[in-house]
Structure formats: C-alpha cells, structure tokens
C-alpha cells in the first residue's frame, strides 16, 4: 500500500508571498492532520480535515488555511508570508474513525521564507 | 508549563546498549500514546502506541505508561546503529472529534557501533 505523499519536497519564497502544499493520504483514509514542525517550537498541530470538513483546528492564525477533496486529498495554503513560517510542513492520514489515533506521515515539505 | 515534556537529549550510547526515552506529561485525561521515531530529512514513523496505563512489547521495543505519574517511557534493548534517530513521543487530548495529536519536541538518539 502506497504511503502518503506531499508535494513539493521543497519550497522557497519570499516574505509576502503566499503558498499552496499538497498531500496525497493512504488509500482509504478519509482523515487528513497539517503539523508544523520547527527547531524550537517542535510539531504543532495546524488543522484536521475528514471527510472534507474541518473537523478540528490548532492555534495558529488564519493566514493558515487548508482544504480537502472528495478523494481525500489535501492542500494547505499560508498566505502572506513571514519570515517565522519556515519549518517542515507534515501531513499525516488516519482513518479518522474512533479508537486509536494512529496517524502516518508522509514525508514533508520543507519551506524556507526568504 | 507545557502539556508534553521530553529531553531534546543528545543521548549517545554504545551498539548492544539498553536505551530508556522518557517523557512527563500534565494532562490526566489523555488516553492514547504514542511513540513516534523520525530520521533525518524523513517524516516521523510510528513505532507503538499504548492505551491508558501499562506496557506494550513489540520485538526490542517496550512501552510502558504511568498514569499516576503522568510518566511514559520507551525502552529499545539491543540497540543497534539504526535506532540512530530523534524519538518523539505523542498523546491524545480528550473529548476532541478528530485526530490532533500533542508532541514531545523529541529526543536524539546516536548508537555508535
């Protein structure tokens, strides 16, 4: 069974600008989790979609914002960027049904901000 | 203080060493937990993960949780060069719809052969 993928693997941009990511979950999995992960603050949730519903939100500010399609894939957007929102971007699918959150990650994009 | 507490570490040790990971966390609702391992330039792997209190084995791995403690540790026997990676460990808040997870910042492990 295919992993989940992101596209791009690496992204730079220039402060102001906006950005688009991509993420593919693992067949079947209608759950899709956005985390950021940087040196100091580590991995931060961002936002949840199942079933192409937000179904959950970190505390980050609406600049971040993403979506999800009806085969399960997903995009997140940061508009206007800053200098702070370098880090490695992590998408991870789950089933999204009760019991065990067991969430697999794809392998990330990595975002320097110019 | 934060949810979730982990050593950044480095933890350096011998190959064939027993390694013990460990982290604190605040929250006493927390159900699931999870030990995550992730290479460098790779996205984190799930190793295991345990529900509510006890220990769970998987070949050289154990996890154990304490929940009076608020205390969780991840123990790798045999530890080879391979195990070289940062451990992060992870747990479930309650009483949210969805799948957010709360993370350690992570340990680094090196296993010198």
């Known amino acids: 069974k295919a992993g989940v993928t992101q596209t791009p693997r690496y992204l730079i941009k220039t402060r102001g600008q906006q950005v688009t990511l991509s993420c593919s979950p693992i067949s079947g999995h209608r759950s899709v989790s956005w985390y950021q992960q940087t040196p100091g603050q580590g991995l931060q949730f961002l936002f949840e979609y199942f079933s192409e519903t937000q179904r959950n939100k970190g505390n980050f500010p609406g600049r971040f914002s993403g979506r999800q399609f009806s085969n399960s894939r997903s995009e997140m957007n940061v508009s206007t960027l800053e200098l702070g929102d370098s880090a490695l971007y992590l998408c991870?699918?789950?089933?999204?049904?009760?019991?065990?959150?067991?969430?697999?990650f794809g392998p990330g994009t990595r975002l320097t901000v110019l | 203080q934060k949810e979730v507490e982990q050593d950044p570490g480095p933890l350096s040790v011998p190959e064939g060493a027993i390694v013990s990971l460990n982290c604190t966390y605040s929250?006493?609702?927390?159900?699931?937990f999870m030990w995550y391992r992730q290479y460098s330039r790779k996205g984190p792997e799930l190793l295991m993960y345990t529900y509510s209190s006890g220990n769970k084995e998987d070949g050289r791995f154990t996890a154990q949780v304490d929940k009076s403690s608020k205390y969780i540790s991840l123990f790798i026997r045999d530890s080879q060069p391979s195990d070289s990676a940062t451990y992060l460990c992870?747990?479930?808040?309650?009483?949210?719809?969805?799948?957010?997870?709360?993370f350690g910042k992570g340990t680094t492990l090196s296993v010198s052969s």
């Open positions: 929250n006493s609702a927390f159900q699931y």
């Open positions: 991870a699918s789950s089933r999204g049904l009760a019991g065990a959150p067991t969430q697999y």
């Open positions: 992870a747990m479930s808040p309650p009483n949210q719809a969805g799948t957010a997870l709360i």
